[in-house]
């Protein structure tokens, strides 16, 4: 590797691109922050069968060894945070503050986590099995044992370019899989120095592998490849939609995170600071950029006037503006491209009729690809914005009257990730938690527990991530049965 170009991680060594380099650009200054290599399919396929190849001894490393990698890895990239966040913070646009502590930060506490040995073995209850057609009386003792899948793609989302790879790296690994990281072509280079840190801590050749580039054939490559036995993606859903059509014709095992359009529903007893503050999380965390945000905001009639115009107050105190500088909490979106998307998306909710109470233009900066904190109110369900994924710092607001229509609302959607439910009455917020179809709620909170189960219904995904439910995810199911 020579400046600033990155080199392909392969089998323990770095390569040089067979299809040469594309710039990453700096969201915030669109100035260029590196170049990163633009992969071959051959090349991908080099990747998979280099993990193939190590996933042999890899998966008969004793746990607490694959775990020990994992501990040291966490360590390495702790003794280099600050410029990892700072490179981080380039790629993607992220405040100084959600570069720290929500992408490096929690990257290194997600390799802790999975350094921490947990049982691979469940002894099931003996079955007393009469006399029969294939043998004597006799009880049969049983084992279920959670064994690794095998070879893993890890396609990863431009959001987090931290925290989204290593909560799939790190579980993988600690099962005994290896695995092959196509990062998102928008910030690439922080999934290298990941790497850097894993052949660091011993990692053997071929137990990670990256490849990156910015065409859809790098991604496509890693996924159809014969040595290719999981496919762990984060992303849009029209894409996880494509990837599960290869998947199925292989019988590839896949772990699925989409897209959201996580409702809030707001009834009129909630505590409004409290649901203010929340829902507000949507114009300042990444942007907007996260498919756990509460966009799709249902507010009970009676709070319905008072909510907007405490929702307006909020976006209005908010600083746009350089990410770098200490007060900014609303950052640039991923690229020009994306902030048309996101513009294209608040005039098509001004012709459907939606009321744009704050925001909808955008910020007098001269560099970078901001989008203002946007409110659009008057919204009826059946219009676009309310029920397509925007993506950026875009809120919308639908009054409802009751329970019952609150609940029917919020699951009129394709999507089912994360809702919220704000109500001083705490039996019916739980009892409307329950009947939300989403694959997590949180009540009068935006708050997640790290343990949790994380996934989604509907099109927002397939499988369930994170905590322990990670490491069952990234396994298959053994039975061992025996005569007592």
Same mark, same amino acid.
């Given at each position: 590797?020579?400046?600033?170009?990155?080199?392909?991680?392969?089998?323990?060594?770095?390569?040089?691109?067979?299809?040469?380099?594309?710039?990453?650009?700096?969201?915030?200054? =669109?100035?260029?922050?590196?170049?990163?290599? =633009?992969?071959?399919?051959?090349?991908?396929?080099?990747?998979?069968?280099?993990?193939?190849?190590?996933?042999?001894?890899?998966?008969?490393?004793?746990?607490?060894?694959?775990?020990?990698?994992?501990?040291?890895?966490?360590?390495?990239?702790?003794?280099?945070?600050?410029?990892?966040?700072?490179?981080?913070?380039?790629?993607?646009?992220?405040?100084?503050?959600?570069?720290? %502590?929500?992408?490096?930060?929690?990257?290194?506490?997600?390799?802790?986590?999975?350094?921490?040995? =947990?049982?691979?073995?469940? *002894?099931?209850?003996?079955?007393?099995?009469?006399?029969?057609?294939?043998?004597?009386?006799?009880?049969?003792?049983?084992?279920?044992?959670?064994?690794?899948?095998?070879?893993?793609?890890?396609?990863?989302?431009?959001?987090?370019?931290?925290?989204?790879?290593?909560?799939?790296?790190?579980?993988?690994?600690?099962?005994?899989?290896?695995?092959?990281?196509? *990062?998102?072509?928008?910030?690439?280079?922080?999934?290298?120095?990941?790497?850097?840190?894993?052949?660091?801590? &011993?990692?053997? *050749?071929?137990?990670?592998?990256?490849?990156?580039?910015?065409?859809?054939?790098?991604?496509?490559?890693?996924?159809?490849?014969?040595?290719?036995?999981?496919?762990?993606?984060?992303?849009?859903?029209?894409?996880?939609?494509?990837?599960?059509?290869?998947?199925?014709?292989?019988?590839?095992?896949?772990?699925?995170?989409?897209?959201?359009?996580?409702?809030?529903?707001?009834?009129?007893?909630?505590?409004?600071?409290?649901?203010?503050?929340?829902?507000?999380?949507?114009?300042?965390?990444?942007?907007?950029?996260?498919?756990?945000?509460?966009?799709?905001?249902?507010?009970?009639?009676?709070?319905?006037?008072?909510?907007?115009?405490?929702?307006?107050?909020?976006?209005?105190?908010?600083?746009? %503006?350089?990410?770098?500088?200490?007060?900014?909490?609303?950052?640039?979106?991923?690229?020009? !491209?994306?902030?048309?998307?996101?513009?294209?998306?608040?005039?098509?909710?001004?012709?459907?009729?939606?009321?744009?109470?704050?925001?909808?233009?955008?910020?007098?900066?001269?560099?970078?690809?901001?989008? !203002?904190?946007?409110?659009?109110?008057?919204?009826?369900?059946?219009?676009?914005?309310?029920?397509?994924?925007?993506?950026?710092?875009?809120?919308?607001?639908?009054?409802? &009257?009751?329970?019952?229509?609150?609940?029917?609302?919020?699951?009129?959607?394709?999507?089912?990730?994360?809702?919220?439910?704000?109500?001083?009455?705490?039996?019916?917020?739980?009892?409307?938690?329950?009947?939300?179809? !989403?694959?997590?709620? &949180?009540?009068?909170?935006?708050?997640?527990?790290? =343990?949790?189960?994380?996934?989604?219904?509907?099109?927002?995904?397939?499988?369930?991530?994170?905590?322990?439910?990670?490491?069952?995810?990234?396994?298959?199911?053994?039975?061992?049965?025996? *005569?007592?």
């Amino acid at each position: 590797m020579s400046g600033d170009e990155q080199w392909l991680f392969i089998g323990g060594s770095w390569v040089a691109p067979e299809n040469g380099f594309y710039e990453v650009i700096d969201p915030a200054t =669109e100035g260029v922050v590196g170049r990163a290599p =633009e992969a071959s399919r051959e090349q991908v396929h080099a990747a998979a069968a280099a993990a193939r190849e190590a996933f042999e001894t890899w998966s008969r490393t004793p746990a607490d060894e694959r775990a020990a990698v994992l501990g040291r890895a966490a360590d390495i990239i702790q003794r280099n945070f600050v410029p990892y966040a700072d490179l981080a913070q380039a790629e993607s646009g992220a405040t100084t503050g959600t570069a720290r %502590g929500m992408q490096v930060g929690v990257g290194v506490a997600r390799f802790r986590r999975y350094a921490k040995v =947990e049982p691979v073995e469940q *002894p099931l209850p003996p079955q007393i099995n009469e006399a029969g057609p294939f043998g004597k009386a006799a009880v049969m003792g049983a084992l279920a044992v959670r064994q690794p899948v095998g070879v893993v793609t890890c396609i990863t989302s431009y959001n987090n370019p931290w925290a989204n790879p290593a909560g799939k790296i790190a579980p993988a690994l600690a099962m005994g899989n290896t695995v092959v990281v196509k *990062p998102a072509p928008q910030d690439p280079l922080s999934v290298y120095r990941m790497a850097e840190a894993l052949e660091a801590a &011993g990692a053997p *050749p071929g137990v990670v592998n990256v490849v990156s580039g910015s065409r859809p054939e790098v991604g496509e490559a890693a996924v159809d490849c014969a040595d290719v036995d999981m496919v762990s993606f984060t992303g849009s859903t029209a894409v996880g939609q494509r990837i599960a059509e290869v998947c199925g014709r292989g019988m590839k095992r896949q772990l699925m995170e989409l897209g959201g359009k996580g409702a809030a529903v707001v009834f009129d007893d909630a505590d409004l600071e409290s649901a203010v503050s929340g829902i507000g999380t949507t114009f300042s965390f990444y942007s907007g950029q996260i498919c756990t945000a509460p966009t799709r905001v249902l507010v009970q009639r009676g709070v319905h006037d008072r909510l907007v115009e405490q929702l307006a107050a909020y976006a209005g105190y908010l600083k746009v %503006g350089d990410p770098r500088e200490q007060g900014t909490v609303v950052g640039p979106v991923i690229s020009s !491209a994306h902030r048309d998307r996101v513009e294209s998306y608040v005039e098509l909710g001004r012709k459907e009729g939606a009321r744009v109470v704050t925001g909808g233009g955008r910020p007098a900066l001269e560099r970078g690809f901001y989008v !203002a904190p946007t409110l659009l109110a008057d919204c009826t369900p059946d219009m676009r914005v309310v029920r397509e994924e925007i993506f950026g710092p875009v809120v919308v607001v639908v009054p409802f &009257g009751d329970e019952e229509e609150a609940v029917a609302l919020a699951n009129d959607s394709d999507y089912g990730l994360i809702d919220y439910v704000w109500s001083g009455d705490v039996a019916r917020a739980f009892r409307v938690a329950r009947r939300l179809r !989403a694959g997590g709620v &949180g009540v009068n909170t935006v708050g997640r527990n790290m =343990e949790a189960p994380f996934g989604g219904f509907k099109k927002s995904g397939v499988g369930r991530d994170v905590g322990s439910y990670a490491l069952h995810a990234y396994s298959e199911v053994q039975a061992i049965v025996w *005569p007592g």
